[in-house]
């Protein structure tokens, strides 16, 4: 099956730091990727879809300027926490969509546990 | 705004027992359903899916039934097994690769040795 891996899988930072998380199909090109936040005990809370080469399209209540995403190439796309405060704290879990092969299935990474002390 | 939701947060049966995971959706338009399990502190991980224009499909060990009347879906897990126990969400969406996933708030499987 397909694999996406996600780095860091868990980061411990100060508030007012900035953390950057990525997410990157190793084996299929990601047309489009998503994000999603999970806080303990609860659901995924889809946060932005990015596509290859254009901007993040951002869930209503999420902030674009806090949550930054890039998605510079088929097979990368990064979500840096700027500022991040201690009710950023959660656990970030990216997906990726594929080429036509793939079909409709959605690949997740092993998501990241922030911690912002 | 629209959602999808399961029926019951916690559902524990015994090793060897059969599991019936229940979800509820309110999206008409969603076409596309699938299950995924969640093991503590890992990425959701696919289990099946299935399309409006089916009612059953079937995998090792699982089934998924899909009743658009009702909008209801449901896991079946035949010979529950220990290594079962997980968070099991139900996800809806739209056709398309670009189109986004939707998460019911899953439900909790203890599996009882």
């Known amino acids: 099956g397909a694999v996406v891996s996600q780095h860091p899988s868990w980061v411990i930072c100060k508030s007012g730091t900035s953390v950057k998380i990525e997410c990157r199909s190793l084996?299929?090109?990601?047309?489009?990727m998503f994000w999603y936040r999970q806080f303990p005990k609860q659901s995924l809370m889809l946060m932005a879809t990015?596509?290859?080469?254009?901007?993040?399209?951002?869930e209503q209540g999420v902030e674009k300027d806090k949550f930054l995403i890039n998605h510079a190439s088929l097979t990368l796309s990064t979500l840096t926490v700027t500022s991040a405060h201690p009710e950023d704290s959660s656990f970030y879990i990216c997906?990726?969509?594929?080429?036509?092969?793939?079909?409709?299935?959605?690949?997740f990474g092993s998501g990241t546990q922030l911690s912002v002390l | 705004g629209e959602s999808v939701g399961l029926h019951l947060p916690t559902l524990s049966v015994q090793e060897g027992d059969n599991s019936i995971i229940n979800c509820a959706y309110s999206?008409?338009?969603?076409?596309?359903f699938i299950w995924y399990k969640q093991e503590s502190g890992k990425g959701p991980q696919f289990i099946i899916d299935?399309?409006?224009?089916?009612d059953k499909r079937q995998g090792q060990r699982v089934t998924v039934l899909l009743n658009k009347t009702v909008k209801h879906l449901s896991l079946q897990i035949a010979a529950t097994q220990p290594g079962d126990s997980a968070v099991y969400f139900c996800?809806?969406?739209?056709?398309?690769?670009?189109?986004?996933?939707?998460f019911g708030t899953g439900t909790k499987l203890q599996v009882i040795p």
């Open positions: 997906s990726a969509s594929g080429d036509r092969g793939r079909g409709e299935k959605l690949f």
């Open positions: 999206n008409s338009a969603s076409d596309y």
């Open positions: 299935i399309r409006s224009n089916m």
């Open positions: 084996d299929f090109q990601a047309t489009t």
């Open positions: 996800a809806e969406k739209k056709s398309g690769g670009y189109q986004k996933v939707t």
């Open positions: 990015s596509n290859e080469g254009s901007k993040a399209t951002y």
